[in-house]
Structure formats: C-alpha cells, structure tokens
C-alpha cells in the first residue's frame, strides 16, 4: 500500500491516461501561440497537429514553466489530507521549474512541519522523464517508502538514455539549438541531428546523420550500446514523437526486433512544452542504460 503521493508535470510527456492509470497527479506547464496562453494539458487546448500547423503558419510561440505559486496551490490539498508527496521536475538543464518548487516546498515545509514534501530534479525530459516516473509508481506500489523512492531516484535517473532526432530542424535553428548555418545545409543534405540529454540535463548535439533512414538504425544501435542487460533487456522503452507517429512505430518495430524480451515500447506524443521547441518531426526514444555520458 503506498504512504505518499507520487507527482510531476505535464512535460512527462506519457498520456493523461497513463497518468490516472498509475495514480499520479500532475501539474500542466503553460504555452503561448500568437499572444494567447494556454495550458500544455495532454494535448486538450490544442492538438499536436493542430499547434504544429500553426507554428508552421508563422505563429509565435513561447513556453512558461510552472511557478511558485501555482506549485503551491497543487500540494497544498494533497498535504492538508496529510499526505506525504515526491514530486519529480523537468530537468533543471532545460527549465527553471525545479528551483520554482523547491521555493514552494520550502514554504509549504512551515505550513505542514508533519508532512514530507521532496523534490527530485528528473534530469530528463519529455518521455524520458515519464520513463523515471513510471519506475518510481512502481516502487511505490511495491511498499517503498518516499525515503527510499526519492533515495533512489537520485542514484539512478541518469540511467535514462535519451536519443532525439529530427527531419525538421527550422525551430531547433530558431531557438538556437542548431546554429542557421548548419540548419541549412544540414535540410539541403538531409541530415538528421541525434541529440541527448547529458548528465546535467541539457540538451547536446551528438551526431549528424545523413538520411532519417540511418537515424533511426543508429537509435538501436544505440540501445545495443547502451541498454541493460544487452540484448536480455526486459525493462519499458517509451518513445515521443511530434506529429511524425509512422517514423516513431518504426523505431518500435526494430526495437521489437532486436530486443525481443523487452516490453512492448509505449508511443506517446510530444506535449506542447517540448513541441514549440522542436516542432514537428521529432522522435524521441528512451530506455534504462549505463549511466549517461556527455
């Protein structure tokens, strides 16, 4: 029986189903399209098709972390009930939202002296971070305690490998990601940028491959390279994509292929948050490995 509350954001980037299924609460990020705001909530405000077309369309858009008081008017309920709550964050390396609840839970600590509230830094980011928060359900529905689950989630979440790729690089070239330069010639020789997130959480360029075709049989060499257990890997793969879902059910298909007694890799959609700065045409995949490297 679990004795807290496990909670995140919706730059987990897993499914709002996912979320209700597995017992987690979370908090939605906010975007900007065009001077309107709306909240990153699975997809509800506006569709990835839907944001994607009108980001392509010249809309501008822009992203807002959850801030301190909207981490405190989340928690508050939860610890009124006289739960215990973990909450895992966006990696700090891409968003400031960690240290925004860290400051909530400093305050929070004075109002419920009784109640433990910790947060963790995921150092991951979209369904790499969903990948840590499905593992900790799991702890927690397995009868670990907070102290033992955030103790954990310290040691191990750099474990997550998580490889980008790109057929679309214009927004990566606008938020600066990739220099115009590079962005140009890179979409005239259809090269496909593989990035991770490094150690600290930041998003780095790692590889510039030539044709989608070979990105994706790089990502599971990848894997091979990388996975535990090699090719006995038995743990969850998720994948993210941006409105490129053929591109992602490929990487699922030779995954299945090559890892045969690993779960079946769960497909979900890139949430707005992460989209506005890859736009369309971006898959992710992410699975349990050596611990990352820069």
Not at 236 to 249: K, M, N, R, Y
């Amino acid at each position: 029986m679990a004795d807290f509350v496990l909670t995140c954001c919706s730059t987990v980037d897993v499914s709002e189903e996912f979320l209700r299924a597995h017992a987690i609460p979370s908090i939605d990020f906010n975007y900007m399209l065009d001077d309107v705001w709306y909240k990153d909530d699975f997809g509800k405000s506006n569709t990835p098709r839907s944001m994607f077309a009108k980001m392509l369309a010249g809309a501008q858009a822009t992203t807002s972390q959850v801030n301190v008081g909207d981490y405190l008017d989340f928690w508050r309920p939860l610890l009124a009930d006289g739960n215990d709550v973990l909450h895992v964050t966006l990696s700090s390396g891409i968003s400031g939202t960690y240290q925004s609840a860290c400051n909530a839970a400093n305050i929070l600590a004075q109002e419920f002296p009784h109640q433990k509230l910790y947060i963790v830094d995921s150092l991951c980011a979209s369904a790499g971070y969903g990948l840590l928060v499905s593992k900790l359900a799991q702890m927690r529905d397995s009868g670990m305690s907070i102290d033992q689950t955030r103790d954990w989630a310290e040691a191990h979440k750099t474990e997550v490998q998580s490889w980008f790729f790109s057929t679309d690089l214009r927004f990566f070239i606008k938020g600066g990601r990739i220099s115009k330069t590079a962005g140009t010639v890179g979409s005239m020789l259809h090269i496909c940028p593989l990035m991770h997130i490094a150690p600290d959480g930041s998003l780095a360029v790692k590889e510039k491959i030539r044709t989608k075709k070979r990105a994706i049989k790089r990502v599971v060499s990848l894997m091979e390279e990388t996975c535990q257990n090699g090719f006995d890997y038995t743990d969850e793969v998720f994948i993210s994509h941006s409105d490129c879902l053929e591109d992602a059910q490929e990487v699922a298909k030779l995954i299945a292929q090559a890892f045969p007694k690993a779960q079946p890799a769960q497909i979900f959609n890139i949430g707005a948050t992460i989209g506005v700065h890859t736009g369309p045409g971006t898959v992710a995949t992410f699975w349990w490995g050596t611990p990352r490297k820069d």
